[in-house]
């Protein structure tokens, strides 16, 4: 996939245009000449696209304030009058811009961090995802068999080629009353089909509300977002918060997609990309996790798993 797609799809434009937004507000009083204003206003609208298209999934209402602050700004910024009016308005402009850059990022910085996952601890985990999980290519054995050949920690693995969010509840009524980790990876195919965003909560809600019981722990990979699917992060911190689910950054998922040759098509992992995400997963989930030794995600030539596919894994797995 395109560096730039992903960069935009991990989140981390925010603070770029953040940066930049708040070194065109600190020079832009000392600026007079025509050409310098128009580089100023050229980083100022550079600095939005940046901002906007690290689609943080703040609420809409921050949204239309953070608007109104910007557009308030712009227009006392290149107000030509001069005078003890002008200077009012535009540090009145000013300060509520400057705390709006400095706060929210830093909020959402806190969405970002590694999850510090805590739990009672299990001795296997369960999958439910789509074919980022479940794998599309039979020569390619999916992350969660590789993971569970590296760590010795028994994974089911229940995600399915395309599965859809309203797809995931017949995936959730299969887990039972023993298994006391569920991992979550679900909801990019909802995203890429253009399925509207209430019925992505819907379903969403009804997976949740299915496998929330008391000592269980459910993680959930935060997806990637595009500027027309905010609602998507929205929903999903909203009901994590409400069922108590733990999520995992979307920062993490580009890091493993963007790796190098880490996947087949631009999305769909390959063997060595799989192998990252069983890493990243077996890392995370260790807190909660027994897993014996020390995991070995990197097989040589002559290590077994390296040359399995998910034909021999299903095999394998009776």
Excluded at 169 to 190: C, Y
Excluded at 199 to 222: C, P, W, Y
Excluded at 257 to 269: E, F, K, N, S, V
Excluded at 299 to 312: A, G, I, K, Q, Y
Aim: with cysteine.
């Amino acid at each position: 996939m395109n560096v730039v797609v992903l960069y935009f799809a991990s989140g981390e434009s925010l603070y770029a245009g953040a940066v930049l937004l708040l070194a065109a507000m600190a020079i832009s009083p000392y600026l007079r000449h025509p050409s310098l204003l128009r580089l100023r206003s050229l980083a100022t609208w550079l600095a939005l696209a940046l901002i906007v298209m690290a689609c943080p999934p703040f609420a809409w209402v921050v949204d239309v304030i953070s608007v109104a602050a910007f557009a308030l700004w712009f227009f006392a910024s290149n107000w030509s009058a001069r005078g003890q009016i002008q200077s009012r308005l535009r540090v009145a402009a000013t300060v509520p811009l400057l705390i709006l850059l400095l706060v929210l990022p830093a909020a959402e910085f806190r969405h970002r961090r590694k999850p510090a996952i805590v739990g009672a601890p299990s001795n296997h985990l369960v999958v439910i995802g789509d074919s980022i999980s479940a794998g599309i290519d039979p020569h390619v054995p999916a992350w969660p068999y590789l993971m569970q050949r590296a760590t010795g920690v028994p994974v089911t693995n229940l995600a399915r080629p395309g599965a859809l969010t309203s797809e995931g509840l017949s995936m959730a009524q299969q887990v039972t009353p023993a298994d006391r980790l569920v991992l979550l990876e679900i909801g990019g195919n909802d995203l890429l089909s253009g399925i509207p965003s209430k019925e992505f909560a819907q379903g969403l809600d009804a997976i949740l509300s299915t496998l929330t019981v008391q000592g269980r722990t459910i993680v959930m990979f935060e997806l990637p977002l595009l500027p027309h699917r905010i609602a998507y992060g929205r929903i999903q911190r909203r009901l994590a918060e409400k069922y108590g689910v733990w999520l995992i950054p979307k920062r993490y998922l580009i890091d493993v997609i963007g790796r190098r040759d880490a996947t087949t098509d631009g999305l769909h992992l390959s063997s060595s990309g799989a192998r990252h995400m069983a890493s990243l997963v077996a890392d995370l989930l260790g807190p909660v996790l027994k897993i014996a030794g020390a995991p070995r995600l990197t097989p040589t030539p002559s290590d077994p798993v390296s040359s399995l596919t998910n034909e021999d894994c299903q095999k394998r797995d009776g």
